[in-house]
Structures are given as structure tokens and as C-alpha cells.
């Protein structure tokens, strides 16, 4: 049993909210997200079932709690993160904690998941049973909750943690309206600077400073040839798979830049024209975080069916140099490969594993729930990659 002492939720104040660009996050939403404070408790007894054995540090597996294994793969993988482990492994996020935030979860994903980490960085245990973090992804989003029949996306479910994880921390307790300028009559450094200051002025947290880039997004009018600027931000990248067969993440970067026609029900208002029209929309990598998360686009709809591909993409493990692809600042060092969220098999009897760098003896791991393995860095790259972890910062183990 896990004791843990928590501070009385604030009732929340009413605040206006954002303007968020969701553009570049997965385009199927996920709906009935309820927003629900939990009662207020002093403290919480927390179950998390260990089965006891030093392992060593991040060498516990976590055990699949019924279809749970794609929950699995990406805390193992965020647990690899050290610098994010350090912060929760050291209590620092207890005095972050925004109960105010309407766009939080009242703390709740941030204290259970904070759970996690301690327990998986103990060295105590061989693996633990993260059913009260699991219980809180349900209470917020139902759909992870299907089991038999039902395909879940670690993807989805890594930006329900990493949006889960930033409100609950987010240090920005006041949010007033912000009125864009035009970007497209300042120079880039400029706009992408005042882009990112007011990206800042609503979300200040840990997840901003370790996993967020930004965008450059251009759009061409086809008729009056106006173009429109902004600089997003992202959390992780989404990239095309170019081919069928084989491939290299390369080619990937590149497709992802491409220039794409917006035509039809995708046609763009023009503010110059005063109607919609067919244009042309670029997005560039302007600035990449310290912590780059790559999502290979495996899932696909193909008429009312969900299909898979299987595409063998080919990935670095060490010195991924990303500066061909940067627009802006290019002052990066090379990115290193930590870990890997694994998807195999099909939609309808699939399976995610976690492939992770242990920061202590720097040895290869494989976490397959409940299990961990050791594995060689040879058999790191294959067919399953769904989701890369890359660092261009030393993470030391916390």
C-alpha cells in the first residue's frame, strides 16, 4: 500500500479559454472527455499490487489490467524520460499543482501518475498493477475503457497524458484574450519570437519546456495568391509513411513538409477574397524541443474500415541530425534514440510493447506489461515502431 498526502482542491475560477490550435494533434478526437473534480480526501490509499524483487531501477514492468498494454507502453516510455521522472521522483510537481485550471483534471492525473514513476524507479518491485492511474484515464476518457473487439491507440492515449500532465501543472493561473498580428508582414524570427511569448502566457509547465517545437504553417491562396502565416506549437510530430514497402524516416521528414493542396470541403477561407478557396498549405519544423516525439502514421481509414501498415521504416538509434529539416533555429545537438512505443500484430489482435534505454547501466530493455527483458540494440529497429523517443539532451538517471 502506497500512502500519499494531498492538499484540498481549490473551487475553480471561471477564466476564458484559450485559443489552442488542435491541428496538428490526431485527427480522430476523442469525445465524452468529462471534466470532473474528484471529491475532496485528505489522503489515499493506493493498491498498486507489487509483486516484490529488485529488478533495479526502471526495471519494473507494469501489469496489463485488461487491454491495458498500450497504457503500458508509453508510461515506460515517459518513465525513460528521466527528466521528467526527476521531476515527479523529487516532488516538484506538488507545488506546480493547478486545481484552478478548467482545462485540468483537478490534479488527478498528475498525483496518479506521480505514483507510477516513484514505484517504477524504487528498484523494489518486479512489476506493479497502475490501476488507480488507469481508473482515472476511464473517469475521463470512457473509451479507453473497451475491451474485447475494440483497437486503443497509444498515440491517443499519449496525448490525453501529455495534454492531462500540462494542465494539471500549468503554472499560468491568469488567461486574458490575445490578439494575433499578422505574421506574414514580420520576418520570421520576429513572428516566430512573439508566436512563442504568447504561447508561453497560457502554458508554462514541465511538458512545455522538455517536449514542445513549433510549427511554421503557410497558406497560399490559389486565386488572389495571399498567404496567411502562424507558428503552433507541438508536443510531438505525426509523420506520413511515404511507402508500402520500405522506408527511411528521412523520407518521412520530407513528406511530412510537403506542400498539400486544400480543395473541396478542405478549401481555406481567404481573408483577402472574403470567401473560401483552394489553396495550398506548407508546414515547416521551425524550432524542435530538447525531447522530440516521432509518430509514425501506421493507422489509416479505408472506407468505413480502420487498416494497418506494416511498413518496415528505418530509424537511427544515435546522432539523428535534424538540422535540414529546421527552418529556424538549428543550434540542436544530435538526437539520441531512448525508446519506443511498439505496435504488433493487427487492429483486430494487436499488442504494444515498449523498447527503453536504461539510464543507469545504458543496456536495452524490453516491456512487454508485467514482463522486461533484456534486448540488444540490434533487434531495437523494426516493423512494430509506432511512436520514437529521441533526446538531443544528456538524461542522467534521476
Given at each position: 500500500?502506497?500512502?500519499?498526502?494531498?492538499?484540498?482542491?481549490?473551487?475553480?475560477?471561471?477564466?476564458?479559454?484559450?485559443?489552442?490550435?488542435?491541428?496538428?494533434?490526431?485527427?480522430?478526437?476523442?469525445?465524452?472527455?468529462?471534466?470532473?473534480?474528484?471529491?475532496?480526501?485528505?489522503?489515499?490509499?493506493?493498491?498498486?499490487?507489487?509483486?516484490?524483487?529488485?529488478?533495479?531501477?526502471?526495471?519494473?514492468g507494469?501489469?496489463?489490467?485488461?487491454n491495458?498494454?498500450?497504457?503500458?507502453?508509453?508510461?515506460?516510455?515517459?518513465?525513460?524520460?528521466?527528466?521528467?521522472?526527476?521531476?515527479?521522483?523529487?516532488?516538484?510537481?506538488?507545488?506546480?499543482?493547478?486545481?484552478?485550471?478548467?482545462l485540468?483534471?483537478?490534479?488527478?492525473?498528475?498525483?496518479?501518475?506521480?505514483?507510477?514513476?516513484?514505484?517504477?524507479?524504487?528498484?523494489?518491485?518486479?512489476?506493479i498493477?497502475?490501476?488507480?492511474?488507469?481508473?482515472?484515464?476511464?473517469?475521463?476518457?470512457?473509451?479507453?475503457?473497451?475491451?474485447?473487439?475494440?483497437?486503443h491507440?497509444?498515440?491517443?492515449?499519449?496525448?490525453?497524458?501529455?495534454?492531462?500532465?500540462?494542465?494539471?501543472?500549468?503554472?499560468?493561473?491568469?488567461?486574458?484574450?490575445?490578439?494575433?498580428?499578422?505574421?506574414?508582414?514580420?520576418?520570421?524570427?520576429?513572428?516566430?519570437?512573439?508566436?512563442?511569448?504568447?504561447?508561453?502566457?497560457?502554458n508554462?509547465?514541465?511538458?512545455?519546456?522538455?517536449?514542445?517545437?513549433?510549427?511554421?504553417?503557410?497558406?497560399?491562396?490559389?486565386?488572389?495568391?495571399?498567404?496567411?502565416?502562424?507558428?503552433d506549437?507541438?508536443?510531438?510530430?505525426?509523420?506520413?509513411i511515404?511507402?508500402?514497402?520500405?522506408?527511411?524516416?528521412?523520407?518521412?521528414?520530407?513528406?511530412?513538409?510537403?506542400?498539400?493542396?486544400?480543395?473541396?470541403?478542405d478549401?481555406?477561407?481567404?481573408?483577402?477574397?472574403?470567401?473560401?478557396?483552394?489553396?495550398?498549405k506548407?508546414?515547416?519544423?521551425?524550432?524542435?524541443?530538447?525531447?522530440?516525439?516521432?509518430?509514425?502514421?501506421?493507422?489509416y481509414h479505408?472506407?468505413?474500415?480502420?487498416?494497418?501498415?506494416?511498413?518496415?521504416?528505418?530509424?537511427?538509434?544515435?546522432?539523428m541530425?535534424?538540422s535540414?529539416?529546421?527552418?529556424?533555429?538549428?543550434?540542436?545537438?544530435?538526437?539520441?534514440?531512448?525508446?519506443?512505443?511498439?505496435?504488433?500484430?493487427?487492429?483486430?489482435?494487436?499488442?504494444?510493447?515498449?523498447?527503453?534505454?536504461?539510464?543507469?547501466?545504458?543496456?536495452?530493455?524490453?516491456?512487454?506489461?508485467?514482463?522486461?527483458?533484456?534486448?540488444?540494440?540490434?533487434?531495437?529497429?523494426?516493423?512494430?515502431?509506432?511512436?520514437?523517443?529521441?533526446?538531443s539532451?544528456?538524461?542522467?538517471?534521476?
Amino acid at each position: 500500500m502506497v500512502m500519499e498526502e494531498e492538499s484540498r482542491p481549490v473551487p475553480a475560477a471561471p477564466a476564458a479559454k484559450p485559443a489552442f490550435d488542435r491541428s496538428t494533434k490526431p485527427s480522430e478526437r476523442l469525445t465524452n472527455i468529462q471534466h470532473q473534480v474528484r471529491p475532496v480526501t485528505i489522503s489515499r490509499m493506493r493498491n498498486l499490487a507489487p509483486v516484490y524483487g529488485s529488478m533495479g531501477r526502471s526495471r519494473t514492468g507494469l501489469k496489463n489490467l485488461g487491454n491495458t498494454c498500450f497504457m503500458n507502453s508509453v508510461v515506460q516510455c515517459l518513465s525513460a524520460t528521466t527528466l521528467l521522472a526527476q521531476y515527479f521522483i523529487n516532488d516538484n510537481y506538488v507545488t506546480h499543482i493547478n486545481r484552478r485550471n478548467p482545462l485540468g483534471r483537478g490534479g488527478e492525473v498528475v498525483e496518479e501518475f506521480a505514483v507510477v514513476i516513484k514505484a517504477l524507479w524504487s528498484g523494489q518491485y518486479r512489476s506493479i498493477s497502475p490501476r488507480d492511474l488507469r481508473d482515472t484515464v476511464y473517469k475521463y476518457v470512457p473509451e479507453f475503457r473497451k475491451h474485447m473487439g475494440h483497437h486503443h491507440d497509444s498515440q491517443e492515449f499519449l496525448l490525453f497524458l501529455m495534454d492531462g500532465l500540462h494542465e494539471d501543472v500549468n503554472q499560468v493561473t491568469k488567461r486574458e484574450y490575445i490578439e494575433e498580428p499578422d505574421y506574414a508582414k514580420m520576418a520570421d524570427e520576429e513572428a516566430s519570437r512573439i508566436s512563442w511569448a504568447n504561447h508561453k502566457r497560457f502554458n508554462r509547465s514541465v511538458i512545455v519546456e522538455l517536449f514542445q517545437g513549433q510549427f511554421k504553417s503557410t497558406i497560399r491562396c490559389l486565386t488572389c495568391h495571399h498567404q496567411s502565416v502562424k507558428f503552433d506549437s507541438f508536443t510531438f510530430l505525426t509523420l506520413p509513411i511515404p511507402s508500402s514497402g520500405r522506408t527511411h524516416l528521412k523520407d518521412c521528414l520530407a513528406n511530412f513538409s510537403k506542400p498539400e493542396k486544400m480543395t473541396g470541403d478542405d478549401a481555406v477561407y481567404c481573408s483577402r477574397c472574403k470567401a473560401k478557396r483552394n489553396s495550398v498549405k506548407t508546414i515547416l519544423l521551425w524550432k524542435l524541443p530538447p525531447v522530440l516525439l516521432i509518430c509514425l502514421k501506421r493507422f489509416y481509414h479505408e472506407g468505413m474500415w480502420r487498416q494497418k501498415l506494416q511498413t518496415m521504416v528505418e530509424y537511427p538509434l544515435s546522432d539523428m541530425d535534424m538540422s535540414s529539416f529546421t527552418l529556424g533555429p538549428r543550434n540542436r545537438n544530435p538526437y539520441n534514440l531512448f525508446a519506443v512505443s511498439n505496435h504488433t500484430g493487427t487492429l483486430d489482435g494487436g499488442h504494444y510493447t515498449a523498447y527503453c534505454k536504461n539510464a543507469v547501466n545504458k543496456r536495452w530493455y524490453k516491456f512487454d506489461d508485467h514482463e522486461v527483458y533484456d534486448v540488444s540494440a540490434g533487434n531495437i529497429k523494426s516493423s512494430a515502431a509506432y511512436i520514437l523517443f529521441y533526446t538531443s539532451i544528456d538524461l542522467p538517471p534521476p
